[in-house]
């Protein structure tokens, strides 16, 4: 099949294998089929929204069907998405390992583009696409390959570990990826004393703390993160002093300081599902709030709301058109992937 290639490594398929656009009306008794579905997330999903979310829901669902497809949904989609139509969900070390063992013949990454990329690197045969080109990230807009290959020469012979919230070209310069999740334990299975950790700082320090090894830091920073400050922490215990506040490693290291627990996305879901706090506050992307909240009806949530405005691009509506126009393929670089596949895969090698 022809494709439209991008300088951006995204491409649209050419005019072939376009399937209707499906009939989107809300009728009731589409009304009475979505029923069970919509009490998945009616506490986080209003009765107002539903009917225009419902017909499209049903199409999604059904042209993945068609097209042997999953979606990849991240902690970071709106509730519509995250429930409704993710197949498989989570943070990007739990979708990066579906990806590795999926039967799909088509990928659609509910996430950024970095993540659409990590799918693709690990299943270069099939097809991978993305709703939206224009979901990209800072952390990995931050670094470059060459910028890898700077470190190195600065610090020779001392291992790099990358953040999967990058490039598959910065990938491909790296001895190993990791997570938020797995950081800790990928930087203590190399047993060396020594290593260049990328690109996010903050990430970076919160490791250096739980670890003996020397970590050299690059200055990226997530913009939804980093924007968070211990005044704020401070501020709602404040008015609550039982409120329970977990952070996700990648803010500053004094909001870190400030919260009860921190981890990943997966390890903060995990943490409210065990202890069931009363009231808690996710020190994270605001819509991660809302889907844990439709799965805790005994916990309040209390949202400092910073949104992702790269993760806010991906859409029912444009998850949609993706699956009726098989449009936005992302591509990499076979000699790319290849040496980038060895990074990512000895990752998920050591956290299975």
Known sequence: MATVQSETGVSALKGRNVLPMPDLK???????????????????????EWPQFAPIIKAINELKKQR???????????????????????????????????????IVQAGV???????????????VLIPDLRAGCSLASSITAEDVRMLREAYPGVPVVTYVNTSAEVKAESDICCTSANAVKVVESLGVPRVIMIPDEYLAKYVQTKTNVEIITWKGHCEVHERFTAEELEAFRAADPAVKIIAHPECPPDVIAAADFTGSTSGMIDWVKKNKPAKVVLVT????????????????????????????????????????YMRHEV???????????????RMINLTN
């Open 285 to 324: 992307e605001c819509s991660m709030s809302s889907n844990v909240a439709a799965e805790a009806p005994e916990t309040e949530f209390i949202r400092p709301c910073n949104l992702c405005p790269h993760m806010k691009r991906i859409t029912l509506q444009n998850i949609l058109e993706t699956l009726v």
């Open 26 to 48: 809300f009728t009731p008794e589409l009304a009475r089929e979505m029923e069970p579905l919509y009490a998945r997330v009616s506490k986080v999903v209003t009765p107002l």
């Open 68 to 106: 042997n497809a999953v979606i990849l949904a991240h902690n970071y989609m709106t509730p519509e998405i995250f429930h409704c139509v993710g197949d498989f969900r989570g943070d990007s070390l739990q979708l990066a390992k579906e990806a590795a063992r999926t039967d799909a013949d088509v």
């Open 113 to 127: 583009h970095f993540m659409a990329e990590t799918s693709k690197i690990l299943n270069p045969d099939k097809t």
């Open 331 to 345: 591509t990499v670089d076979p000699l790319v992937a290849e040496r980038a596949r060895r990074a990512v895969e």
